[in-house]
């Protein structure tokens, strides 16, 4: 028998069995997305996360937040974006009793407004992750010190 002829179908068989065992996840679905809102706005968008996340024990939600070339018509501090992401996660986890390990935050970047959007990710399949529209280069910031307290959001 030609070795060429078995080693060809020995490879489409060894392909088919691949295809037949592999998984395709179609990309999670985004939840949510919002821009500049007030805190009561974004803690019942939170709320609404938080309750999607309980009825999907499996699943973990991904938060990705985006700074914004301007906050409020104004350039905006360096680590503003991160001050304000950074009480996402603890009101998931102190206020909902959403695990802290299933609550994952990523910093996306930069885009013209800041921005939030929020994943829901069934086991298996990958984790989203931001699109950096605008390069930090092109960030302007405006100087001055930051305080942290001016984001908690009453949280």
């Given at each position: ?9 020995s490879?489409?068989v060894?392909?088919l069995a ?5 998984t395709?996840f179609p990309?999670p679905?985004?939840i949510?997305r919002f ?7 974004e803690m019942?968008?939170?709320?609404n996360?938080?309750?999607?996340l309980?009825?999907e024990p499996?699943a973990?939600?991904?938060i990705i937040f ?5 906050f409020r018509?104004?350039?905006p501090?360096?680590g503003?974006?991160?001050a304000?992401a ?6 998931l986890?102190e206020?909902?009793?959403i695990p802290s390990?299933r609550?994952?935050?990523v910093?996306?970047g930069?885009?013209?407004?800041w ?5 829901i990710?069934?086991?298996?399949a ?8 605008i390069?930090?280069e092109?960030?302007k910031?405006?100087?001055?010190k930051l305080?942290?307290?001016?984001y908690r959001c009453?949280?």
């Amino acid at each position: 028998m030609n070795i060429s002829l078995i080693l060809r179908s020995s490879l489409l068989v060894l392909g088919l069995a691949i295809c037949a065992t592999s998984t395709v996840f179609p990309a999670p679905p985004q939840i949510d997305r919002f821009g500049d809102v007030k805190c009561e706005d974004e803690m019942a968008r939170l709320d609404n996360f938080a309750i999607q996340l309980q009825n999907e024990p499996q699943a973990k939600g991904v938060i990705i937040f985006y700074g914004g070339q301007t906050f409020r018509g104004k350039l905006p501090k360096r680590g503003e974006a991160e001050a304000r992401a950074a009480r996402l996660k603890p009101y998931l986890v102190e206020r909902r009793g959403i695990p802290s390990e299933r609550v994952t935050v990523v910093n996306g970047g930069y885009r013209e407004a800041w921005q939030v959007t929020l994943w829901i990710v069934p086991p298996g399949a990958s984790t989203p992750s931001g699109d950096l529209n605008i390069p930090i280069e092109k960030i302007k910031f405006r100087p001055g010190k930051l305080n942290p307290r001016d984001y908690r959001c009453g949280i």
